[in-house]
Each structure stands twice: as structure tokens, then as C-alpha cells.
């Protein structure tokens, strides 16, 4: 069983809809981070967050807003999708943001 | 800025055959190198990582050897199996552990029985 779960594991939304993501850890973890993945391209960093802080956020359109209430839970708020967002939605954690990363099973998104 | 750039895929072999999958990066300093392992349906692994210069990382029969000179860190595997399929991805990270990483696009390996 991985120590990051994400649900759910596949999402079908239209363009005017709003959902969200949730990725839990159960590692003790202090930093989480959303990545996407797309078909064919590199898996690229979204938003990273340190003991419940945004550090980082590589120029990720705002129909994507990251939530992090606790160490442990780590949303992404989704609305107004394009259908160029489809695609793999990876969580992961780290101890410290110089540790290796324990990674979800990914969110399968589809936008119509 | 930093980037990864690996080998294409797929890569189709046979059962115990020899895997190269090439990787080369670009970035200043000196930077640790990781490979991870993504089998299907699932998140990604850390499969094995090296944080200097002529370090070799190795896990579960593979290997890499950080290549400073040639910015390099080729993964390499004497005997593939059926159940190595998945895609495999080159990253780096400025942090000498790994956080915030940069991937390579990924290459997906098929091992035939």
C-alpha cells in the first residue's frame, strides 16, 4: 500500500464544472507537491508546499488553486478546465524539500 | 535552465536481454541524478540515485553511473525481465536529495517473454 493516496483515481469533468483533487500522506512527511503528467512531455512541477506553505508555483494557470490545510492533505481545486488539461495528476511528499519524493498513484483526469 | 533529455521510446526486448536507456542532462553546479520507475496504473518509484560525480547508483539489478564529463547517467540492466516493464524516468535536482525535481519525458520499456 503506498503512503500517498490520492482519490479519486479518475475524474470526468466538463469545462464549467468545479472539482477537486485530494492526496492524503501517511508518511509523517513535512513538504507536498502536485505534479502533472501528460502524454509524451516531462512530468511537470506544479505547486510545492512546505510545512503547509506554497514555495513554489511554476506559472500554473489560476483554474488550478492548491489548498493545503495540514502536513497530511494536500488539494488542487479545479475549475473552468480546458480540455488540454487532461491528464495525470501526481502527489507527492518529501521530509524536507531536499528528500526524495514518495509519489500517489495519480488522479486520471479528463476534461470534455 | 536545467533540463533531462532521454532516449525515445518504446524500447521492446526480449527476456534477459541487455537495457541501455540513455540520459543527458543540462545544468549548472552539480546536481544529484535519480532514475524512477513508473509501472502501469501506479505513481512513480525512486529506483536508485546518485549525488556526485562517479557515484553509481544501483536497486534491483540496475545501475547508473553519474558522468560528469559527458553529463550522462545512462540506467543499464544485464538481464530485463517481463515484469521491468514500465517507463522509466531520468530527473535531477538541484538539492543534493532530491525535492523539487526536473524529469526527462519518460521511456517506456516492453520486455517480451
Known amino acids: 500500500e503506498t503512503g500517498v493516496t490520492q482519490t479519486p483515481r479518475h475524474l470526468v469533468m466538463g469545462m464549467t464544472n468545479k472539482k477537486s483533487l485530494k492526496c492524503e500522506q501517511h508518511?509523517?512527511?513535512?513538504?507536498m507537491y502536485w505534479y502533472k503528467q501528460s502524454a509524451k512531455k516531462p512530468l511537470e512541477l506544479m505547486f510545492v508546499?512546505?510545512?503547509?506553505?506554497?514555495?513554489e508555483n511554476n506559472s500554473v494557470p489560476s483554474r488550478f488553486s492548491p489548498e493545503c490545510p495540514n502536513s497530511s492533505h494536500l488539494f488542487l481545486h479545479l475549475h473552468t478546465l480546458q480540455p488540454e488539461d487532461s491528464a495525470l495528476y501526481l502527489c507527492?511528499?518529501?521530509?524536507?524539500?531536499?528528500?526524495?519524493?514518495?509519489f500517489g498513484n495519480g488522479t486520471r483526469l479528463t476534461v470534455t | 535552465g536545467d533540463s533531462v533529455t532521454q532516449m525515445e521510446g518504446p524500447v521492446t526486448l526480449s527476456e534477459e536481454a541487455f537495457l541501455t536507456i540513455n540520459c543527458t542532462y543540462t545544468a549548472t553546479g552539480y546536481p544529484s541524478l535519480f532514475w524512477y520507475v513508473q509501472y502501469p496504473g501506479e505513481g512513480l518509484q525512486l529506483l536508485l540515485k546518485a549525488t556526485k560525480a562517479d557515484d553509481k547508483g544501483s536497486n534491483k539489478g540496475f545501475e547508473a553511473t553519474y558522468r560528469k564529463e559527458t553529463t550522462s547517467f545512462h540506467l543499464e540492466k544485464g538481464s530485463v525481465q517481463v515484469s521491468d516493464s514500465a517507463v522509466y524516468f531520468c530527473a535531477l535536482s538541484r538539492n543534493n536529495q532530491g525535492g523539487k525535481l526536473i524529469f526527462g519525458q519518460g521511456t517506456e520499456l516492453s520486455v517480451k517473454p
Open positions: 508546499y512546505s510545512l503547509e506553505e506554497r514555495v
Open positions: 508518511l509523517g512527511h513535512n513538504a
Open positions: 507527492a511528499s518529501s521530509q524536507g524539500i531536499n528528500s526524495p519524493l514518495h
